[in-house]
């Protein structure tokens, strides 16, 4: 079956820092591959997305590239903000069903 | 325009009492799901409704857990009787499906439920 693995939190950054939270998938096929974003206090939103191999997705500052060949759709920014701070989930869409990872908790330290 | 709303935020019960959270999704999503999320883990798929109609509950555990969307908008999630290890946040989300599952869900921000 599909599944997903992604990097163990929580992971503590200083601002203006790079970040990379590396997720890899096991799914059937070319899945669209997606994350999400938890904000304190607030509900689950889409942060960005990438339907085939080789895309790039990006928002807010936050890029992701489908990486085919490894399997995976590592989340990347190159200069993180305290409002960065909250839970970051990799989630593959196969079968029609959307599996979510654990979930990478975010922070960033003034 | 208003999101994914749920009631109630928080509650808190003890075994073996029942419990119901309520859900309304944007207006127009077709889709609806109920989702289960344990602390430190990703949400977790109950049920998938098209309309009125369940048609993934695969996951959902019946002998205890029950859904309903009985006009196609709103739906309603119960338990009964809770047990101590249904204490998690539930989470509704809804999107635009129209017979394909674009992976776009939108969420509401979760029902927390604390059995004692």
């Known amino acids: 079956g599909n599944s997903v693995t992604q990097m163990e939190g929580p992971v503590t950054l200083s601002e203006e820092a790079f970040l990379t939270i590396n997720c890899t998938y096991t799914a059937t096929g070319y899945p669209s591959l997606f994350w999400y974003v938890q904000y304190p206090g607030e509900g689950l939103q889409l942060l960005l997305k990438a339907t085939k191999a080789d895309d790039k997705g990006s928002n807010k500052g936050f890029e992701a590239t489908y990486r085919k060949e490894t399997t995976s759709f590592h989340l990347e920014k190159g200069s993180v903000q305290v409002s960065d701070s909250a839970v970051y989930f990799c989630a593959p869409l196969g079968e029609d069903k959307i599996i979510f990872g654990k979930g990478t908790r975010l922070h960033i330290l003034p | ?116």
Do not use: M
């Open chain 2, 1 to 116: 325009e208003a999101g994914v709303v749920q009631s109630p935020r928080y509650k808190i019960i003890e075994k073996k009492q029942p419990v119901a959270f309520w859900c309304n999704p944007i207006s127009g999503h077709n889709t609806l799901y109920w989702y289960l999320q344990n602390l430190g883990q990703g949400p977790e798929l109950l049920i998938r409704y098209e309309n009125e109609e369940a048609v993934d509950d695969s996951q959902l555990p019946k002998d205890r857990f029950s859904a309903e969307r009985l006009k196609g908008v709103d739906s309603t999630l119960k338990i009964q009787p809770a047990e101590l290890g249904d204490s998690a946040v539930y989470l509704c989300a809804s999107s635009l499906y129209g017979g394909r599952n674009t992976g776009e869900l939108f969420f509401g921000e979760g029902s927390r439920l604390t059995v004692l």
